[in-house]
Structure formats: structure tokens, C-alpha cells
């Protein structure tokens, strides 16, 4: 892919999950100019392999844009949380045990030579969503990330909300009830899965409980029912603490936004007070796996 003019400048998106690395090259506009190849980070064994592995694939992206590592103006990462943003330290992820405790941001800086941008992947799917998307145009903005994990982003006023230590809303990883289990336990897509086990359901992915309850099965219908009531009791803690005027929901389960929406709302609205009822915006992403990249590239210094 050769760009039709000139590029002077380029910034790149990076969106590390627990199962893929997505890697976008951005123009000063953030236009998108190129999407790099996936990598697999099953494939991962430590740090350095991740380190080898992004600076090929943005390499052989800019090759494809027939400009030089010269023109990059630097990096922006999402990478799964908890973070020690600060220190650009992955800290103790559940989704990317091999990671934690690696120097990231500091790691990829001195290979690049480019100054480095970190944050929690859902913080920068936040910022993207309310920069580029759906978010667009609210000071307040939650965005809400649904795959593997469970991620949170605050962006006020255009900003990440980070708190005192850089881990603002880790709140996937918060404690409920008495059984030892997590929000995340329960809204992630093993959650989903769990669930509809223990309903008498058969089925190895989200897609296939997507697929059944489209289908009409009761079973799948029922664990989608649970799922999206969980989600909005979630919420409505949100809610009540911050008063957002949108929360933005992503990820892979978003996909199934018509089977756990309904029970999601009605268990929002049952848990928040009058007014953020009568006011308060709750959406599917606008700009999807492109978010993150976005919110990321979006640090850059031109």
C-alpha cells in the first residue's frame, strides 16, 4: 500500500490483548493508514520475543508505506492492566502472566529511539471512543472493554483518569459477593461459558451461545439474560460514582449486544437515580478493534 502523498510523519497505535497484538500506523491527521499483521501472543515466551515481534511488524508496515523508521514520531501502547504507567511496568495481568513485571515502555524506547506512550488497553479505547467515536462531543465518558477480560476506561474532559498510582478503574478485577470470584469472573468470555455450563448448555465459544440463542434456544437465551444483568449492576456502580454522560461498551462479546442488552438496561436502571436514567447514553463501540489504536496514536507528540 503506497500513500498518495507524501507522508512527513508517523505514529503508531499498538493494542496488546491476551490473545492478539494489533498494530496500527497513524498520519498527524490519525487517519489510518495502514493496518500491520496480527501477532499471536500465544506465540510469545517472554518480553524480548514481544519486543522482536512488534518492531518487525512496524518495520516491515512502514516498508509497505515506502517511508523509513525516521519518519516515526513515536509510539503509543495499550497493553492489559494493572500498570505501573508511571515506570511504563506491566504489573500483574491475569491474561499475560509472561509479561508481568517486564520494562516495557523503557524497552521499547531504547530499541525504537522514538518516545513511548503507555496506558491500560481499556483506557486507550476509552480515549479513542471519546476522542474519534461514539464518545465524541461528552466531557464524561466510561468506555467498557468485554473479551477475554474485563476492561475499564474513564477519560474526563478529554483525559485518562488515572488516580493516585496510574490504576484508576481496575474494577474487573474488584471482588463480588462472597465465592472469592471477580467481575471479571462473571463478564468476561469464560464467565459467559461458565454460565451457560451450569445451565445445562454445550458450547466451547461465546459465539456458539450467540449462535444458539439467535436460534431461540431457551438455555442460551437464558445465560445471555444473566450475563447482561450482571453487566449492569457493573454499571450501575459506575454510574453512581462518576455520573458519566456516556459509557461505551467493546470487545469481542459486544458483538452479542442484542442478546444481553435488554436484561444489561433494565438492571442498570433499576440501581441509579432519576436523573442519570432520564439522561445517561449507553452504546455499542463506534469504531470497534480500530479504538484502542486510535486512543493510543492519539498520545503521540508530532
Not at 440501581?271 to 452504546?283: E, G, S, Y
Request: aromatic share 6%.
Amino acid at each position: 500500500m503506497q500513500p498518495t502523498k507524501p507522508i512527513d510523519k508517523i505514529a503508531v497505535g499498538l493494542d496488546i490483548g491476551g490473545s492478539s497484538i494489533n498494530t496500527g500506523l497513524f498520519d498527524p491527521n490519525l487517519d489510518l493508514l495502514l493496518r500491520c499483521r496480527p501477532i499471536e501472543t500465544a506465540t510469545l515466551e517472554n518480553g524480548e520475543e514481544l519486543l522482536e515481534g512488534l518492531l518487525e511488524v512496524i518495520d516491515d508496515g512502514m516498508g509497505q508505506l515506502g517511508v523509513s523508521r525516521d519518519k516515526l514520531a513515536g509510539i503509543g501502547i495499550g497493553c492489559p492492566g494493572p500498570l505501573d504507567v508511571a515506570n511504563g511496568i506491566i504489573l500483574e495481568t491475569p491474561n499475560l502472566c509472561k509479561l508481568n513485571g517486564y520494562h516495557l515502555r523503557d524497552k521499547i524506547a531504547e530499541a525504537a529511539g522514538v518516545p513511548i506512550w503507555m496506558d491500560n488497553d481499556a483506557n486507550v479505547f476509552a480515549l479513542g471512543e471519546a476522542s474519534r467515536g461514539a464518545g465524541q462531543g461528552y466531557p464524561y465518558v466510561i468506555g467498557i472493554t468485554l473479551g477475554t477480560g474485563m476492561g475499564w476506561g474513564i477519560v474526563l474532559d478529554g483525559k485518562v483518569y488515572q488516580g493516585a498510582t496510574g490504576t484508576a478503574a481496575e474494577y474487573g478485577l474488584a471482588l463480588i459477593g462472597e465465592d472469592g470470584q471477580t467481575w471479571e469472573d462473571r463478564i468476561s468470555i469464560q464467565g459467559l461459558l461458565n454460565t451457560f455450563h451450569k445451565l445445562g448448555g454445550q458450547a466451547d465459544s461465546p459465539k456458539n451461545v450467540h449462535d444458539l440463542a439467535s436460534q431461540g434456544d431457551a438455555t442460551a437465551k437464558k445465560a445471555w439474560q444473566l450475563y447482561g444483568g450482571i453487566l449492569g449492576l457493573a454499571l450501575s456502580h459506575a454510574v453512581n460514582m462518576l455520573d458519566p454522560h456516556i459509557i461505551v461498551i467493546g470487545g469481542a462479546m459486544a458483538g452479542a449486544w442484542d442478546h444481553f442488552a435488554p436484561a444489561m438496561m433494565d438492571t442498570l436502571n433499576e440501581h441509579i437515580f432519576t436523573l442519570p436514567r432520564a439522561n445517561l447514553k449507553v452504546c455499542r463501540s463506534q469504531l470497534g478493534d480500530r479504538a484502542p489504536l486510535i486512543g493510543a496514536a492519539s498520545q503521540v507528540a508530532f
